[in-house]
């Protein structure tokens, strides 16, 4: 894929979180895919994202920056929403929150098979 046409194919990925379209994660995402370090496969990171709307029910998506070089994609994610209880370690409870995840794929067979991901803590922190 070119740089634009990878560009696309992330931004479809997005729509396909922010649907919550599960069933079309496998478009995406890779059967072996590795998050942080971490062999997570197609279903470890499809219940990791399940997870992620089940604490944070109006959880979306937001596309801020987006470089794409075959075959990585470098992504800002802006979030703004209320988890419900507890967010990484932090006591939440339905407070709302903004905040940025900094994230780099690499693309194999236009499936994301590694993801590197950074949220920013301390701006979420420094809301509380």
């Known amino acids: 894929m070119t740089g634009p046409e990878l560009a696309n194919h ?4 997005i729509v ?3 649907a919550q ?3 079309q994660l496998g478009d995406f995402v890779h059967g ?3 998050h942080n370090g971490r062999q997570l496969g197609l279903s470890g990171y499809r219940d990791m994202l399940i997870g992620n709307f089940a604490d944070i029910p109006d959880l979306r998506f937001n596309i801020g920056l987006l470089l794409s070089d075959p075959p990585r994609v470098a992504s800002r994610l802006y979030f703004d929403c209320t988890p419900s209880g507890e967010f990484l370690g932090l006591a939440i409870d339905g407070q709302r929150v903004a905040f940025t995840e900094n994230v780099f794929y690499e693309f194999r067979e236009r499936k994301i098979v590694e993801v590197w991901s950074v ?3 301390a ?3 420094a809301q509380l």
């Open 10 to 13: 992330y931004r479809g990925y």
């Open 32 to 34: 072996h895919v590795v």
């Open 119 to 121: 949220i920013d803590k």
């Open 16 to 18: 396909c979180l922010n």
């Open 21 to 23: 379209a599960w069933p």
């Open 123 to 125: 701006a979420i922190e």
